[in-house]
Structure formats: structure tokens, C-alpha cells
């Protein structure tokens, strides 16, 4: 399959020589276009600074990363502008929904600068909020919502540009385990049949057991990862004895 994020030789420390703090240490891996993938690790691993390297918002001190083939780190910010708004889309655990504008307004403000047709933005508008169960209030305001149907507005209007990778921060932070599950169930359903590659940051086993492949990174360094060969739960057994492994305590130190 085809590459779609190559990070090679990832470092990224703060402060000067005699006091530098080295956040990320030589981070190498890729994720194939189409994939999910999570990013795990105890508080203070890196991942917040990792998830904002790779979604162009931090540069790196050294290394590259490579995404749809293009280096963004030896980006001007003029072009960054440009291939953010074109590739990348977010989902955070803070859904930034505007209250003064409807559910429908919300999905479609990444577009407002586009060149697309009415006739296109809305039938991007009716294909996203079919699969993710929103259809029925877009005329209503994200007051009149519940958190759930809040965070799936966000994520229609992360997806409504079509990019080619949906980044997501912790995105069932927010949300109660029936909101979760049913998010997680039209996340997987969005990178399931719109191909979209999805790189999700979550401390949550739980959440981690919906991804394809989970990614572990302790001190900023590469620890393991694991890939989903089973059944979901099979995965998420395996997610929580790695988690106890690299924080310790836990299911696998438990004796």
C-alpha cells in the first residue's frame, strides 16, 4: 500500500545547550493511506507534540515528515496555509463549534472559501450527515444538540474538505460511553468506506481497540506497537497489557 505519513528521524527539544529537553528523540515510522492508527503513551511521552508536528501546527527541531509525498517541515507557511486546508482535517476533544450559526453553517465553514458549487457543498453536506446520523438537525444550533451529536458535527465539518488524513486529539474526552461507542462506530464507518486515514491520539484502551494499529511512545521514544490480526476485543485485551507495560502497574503486572 502507499505511504501517505513518513516520519523519519523525528526530534524535538526545547531550551539551550545546557538546559535542553528532548520531547521527541529520533521517532521513525509511517502509516499507509487508509489506515487507523493510535498513538498511546504515559502522560508527558510526547503525543500532543507529536499530533501537532505531524498536523503542521509545531516544526521539529531536526528530521522530516513526509505527508501525501510532500516534506512539510521544508514548507514556507504561505504553501502550509494552503496544503493544510486541502489535506488534513481536525477533530479535538474541545468540538470549537460556533454557537451562532446552525449545525449545517458549522460543516460547511471549512468550504466558505472554496470554489465548489452550492450543489456540491450540500450534497457533501447529505453524504456526511447520512453516515453520521445527523441529518435530522441541521437546522438546529449547537445548544439545541446533544455532546454527541455536537462532536459528530465536528467531525462532518473536519470531513466535508474530503482531506486525506483526519487528525483526531483525544476525541471521546468529552463524551459519555454511549456517545463514545456510537462516535467510534461512525469514525470507523467514515475511514471504513470514505478511505480516509485517521491518526488518533487517546489514552483510552477503549477507544484505542477501534484503530487498525496502535503506536506506543514513552520519554519521546518509540516503545512498540501493535497490530489488530482479531476481534476488537481480542485488540483491546492487547492494548490494555501494552498500556500496563510501558506505564506500569495494570492488567500485566497485576501479579
Known amino acids: ?11 524535538k ?4 545547550r545546557n538546559n535542553k529537553v528532548n520531547v521527541l528523540n529520533d521517532l521513525n515510522f509511517s502509516v499507509e493511506k487508509g489506515e487507523f492508527v493510535g498513538i498511546m503513551g504515559p502522560s508527558g ?4 507534540t507529536l499530533m501537532n508536528i ?3 501546527i509545531l516544526l521539529p527541531t531536526m528530521g522530516s515528515v513526509k505527508i501525501a509525498g510532500s516534506d512539510i517541515t521544508q514548507m514556507q507557511e504561505s504553501k502550509l496555509t494552503d496544503f493544510r486546508r486541502e489535506n488534513l482535517g481536525f477533530i479535538f476533544q474541545e468540538f470549537n463549534l460556533i454557537d451562532s450559526l446552525t449545525v449545517r453553517d458549522n460543516i460547511i465553514l471549512p468550504l466558505t472559501v472554496s470554489k465548489l458549487s452550492n450543489e456540491e457543498i450540500m450534497r457533501r453536506v447529505r ?5 453520521l446520523k445527523i441529518d435530522h438537525i441541521l437546522n438546529r444550533y449547537p445548544e439545541e444538540i446533544s455532546v454527541g451529536q455536537q462532536q459528530r458535527t465536528a467531525a462532518a465539518r473536519a470531513l466535508i474538505s474530503q482531506p486525506q488524513i483526519l487528525f483526531a486529539d483525544e476525541p471521546t474526552g468529552s463524551l459519555d460511553s454511549k456517545s463514545a461507542t456510537e462516535f467510534l462506530n461512525y469514525l470507523d464507518e467514515v475511514n471504513l468506506h470514505e478511505e480516509t486515514t485517521v491518526l488518533m491520539v487517546t489514552h483510552d484502551p477503549y477507544t484505542a481497540s ?3 494499529r496502535v503506536l506506543f511512545i514513552k520519554d ?9 490480526r482479531s476481534s476488537r476485543k481480542d485488540f483491546f485485551e492487547k492494548v490494555i497489557d501494552m498500556q500496563a507495560t510501558i506505564g506500569g502497574g495494570g492488567k500485566a503486572n497485576a501479579d
Open 1 to 11: 500500500m502507499k505511504k501517505i505519513i513518513d516520519v523519519q528521524h523525528l526530534t
Open 13 to 16: 527539544s526545547y531550551g539551550n
Open 45 to 48: 511521552a510526547g503525543k500532543t
Open 54 to 56: 505531524l498536523s503542521t
Open 127 to 131: 453524504h456526511l450527515t447520512s453516515i
Open 210 to 212: 477501534y484503530c487498525n
Open 220 to 228: 519521546g521514544r518509540f516503545f512498540s506497537e501493535i497490530v489488530r
